[in-house]
């Protein structure tokens, strides 16, 4: 595969992780969103890695270390910086019972909505950088 394609392939799997992040809100499955949109950044940034890099990105689901290493992280706003670590630990949390009881408390409709909002804007912040 080419730089291209490769780039191509992880932004496809970011608007397909999108479109499921939007599905898991309108049908009540608040907990998935969450994993959902950490799920979307962490495919953008791999793209964004590709591109920047020519180079496999890490195998890795640690958001800041993606960025760091993709040496974009300080192209990032303090508060995109804050948005990729609230949303870090959804990735893993949420495949353990313990942590699902606490986080199904957080992950209102109104807080997911707003997740997916942000995730939107980064995720399109992103593909912006990468044109």
Known sequence: MTREEKVKYWINLSESDLAVARTMLENAHYLYVGFMCHQ????????????????TPPYTHELPYLAQQGCFYETLSEEQKLFID?????????????????????L??????????QTL????WTIKRIS
């Open 40 to 55: 979307v950044i962490e495919k953008i940034f791999k793209a964004y890695f590709v591109k920047l890099k020519d180079e």
């Open 121 to 124: 804007l980064l995720q399109q």
């Open 108 to 117: 209102t409709p109104a807080r997911c909505t707003e997740i997916i909002e």
């Open 86 to 106: 609230r949303l870090n630990p959804l990735n893993i949390r949420t495949r353990y019972p313990d942590y699902k009881d606490n986080l199904s408390k957080l």
